[in-house]
């Protein structure tokens, strides 16, 4: 298995981290022409695809979060229908239902699905060169880490560390809870009580697990100061920086992570690369926005 930040990992001793419609020949010679005109492509109605793409544009037309019958109603659609095609928007993240309401907005999938097609705009793009920064002067591994729905998170870009130790990991390898950098910043921003956070904290695989109370404090540390580390806790030896990426109205979407071994990378030389991270993050921030 991969080892990534957070579950599950793997360290080896470099520390090892249709077809188109066919035309029936014509019992008639074709007449000669200058010009041959195309057979015009039928597009069959599929009514599922056409409804979820109205929800979509209507979301993104409206400056306000909409409810089931709102959209139902605006869209002349089964507020059972609707309902059903807002839970799949949501599944594939295009939609986001809004926190303590039952109304639903654009989601952050959107905006991948968007920026995929701008030549060089995409998070991974942007991040690489940041990343290949980091090792360079640092000596560490670096990541960039994207945040889908229900607290996924994937590796999309990475740059490995040229040390003779080091930990390894692969782009695609993804984790769902709350360990280790990442998961302190997806706690400190998912808006999440506390009685809900604890109940994930508890299903988390430690290597060395800190006191929850230890945990609640480094979250809000890194909600109040921008970062967040891990040291010794999901792996022993292995220390973990990680930024937050921010959305224009404060939505953590990704995050820039740096992973090194504990016993080379002190508190002060941890404490310095998160500053820098947090500068490449604001300005990839911007650039993913613009």
Known sequence: MNWMVFPPAVMDRVFPFSMPMSQTP??????????????????????????????????????????????????????????????????????KPEPGTKRYALGSGMIRLARSVLDGGSFANLSQPVLDRLVSSHGVTAMGV?????????????????QPFRVHTDVGSQFTTLVSATGRLIAAYSGEG????????????????????????????????????????????????????????????????????????????????ARVMQKEAAEISELLLD
Do not use: Y
């Open 26 to 95: 014509s019992s008639k010679p074709a007449l000669k022409t200058k010009t041959t005109q195309k057979r015009a492509t039928r597009v069959r109605p599929v009514p599922a695809v056409t409804r979820a793409i109205a929800i979509l544009r209507l979301l993104g037309g409206t400056k306000h979060p909409m409810g089931v019958k709102a959209i139902a109603d605006e869209l002349e659609l089964v507020p059972s229908t609707c309902l059903h095609i807002l839970r799949v928007l949501v599944n594939e993240d295009l939609v």
């Open 146 to 162: 994207q945040l889908g729905s229900n607290q996924t998170s994937v590796v999309v870009s990475i740059s490995q560390s040229k």
């Open 194 to 273: 506390w009685v809900e956070l604890r109940k994930k904290f508890n299903a988390i695989q430690w290597d060395c697990a800190p006191k929850f109370a230890d945990w609640r404090k480094e979250v809000e540390q890194a909600r109040a100061r921008g970062w967040s580390i891990d040291k010794d806790n999901f792996m022993n030896g292995i220390t973990v920086v990680a930024v937050p990426v921010l959305s224009s109205s404060g939505v953590l979407t990704h995050t820039l992570v740096a992973v090194g071994l504990s016993a080379h990378l002190s508190d002060i030389a941890a404490i310095e690369i």
